[in-house]
């Protein structure tokens, strides 16, 4: 599935079972929360925190396409073609960090 086709799919499936798009604030304070969600469990999987009991059925594939999908509602929401906005930010990267890393002595 291409970025393009997730968003369209993504507006399909809002139009069909959603009923409409939550505001933009609404979708950018759930987009936090997803984002937390994520965080949760990375700390408690790569970090120094333990899992709490609630913790064990969640899931961080299952988290991240939860952030995927209240981002590409903020996109359809907003009129960004995230498609377009990715491959402008490759050009941006490499352009600004073209040899930054490879001259970082930390890496």
Known sequence: MTIQEAQQQVDTWIKTYGVRYFSELTNLAILTEEVGELARIMARTYGEQSFKDSDLEKNLA??????????????????????????????????????????????
């Open 62 to 107: 299952d988290e991240m396409a939860d952030v995927l999908w209240v981002l590409l509602c903020l996109a359809n929401q907003t009129g960004v073609d995230l498609t377009d906005a990715l491959q402008k930010n490759f050009v941006k990267k490499t352009k600004r960090d073209n040899n930054r890393h490879k001259e970082n002595s930390k890496l």
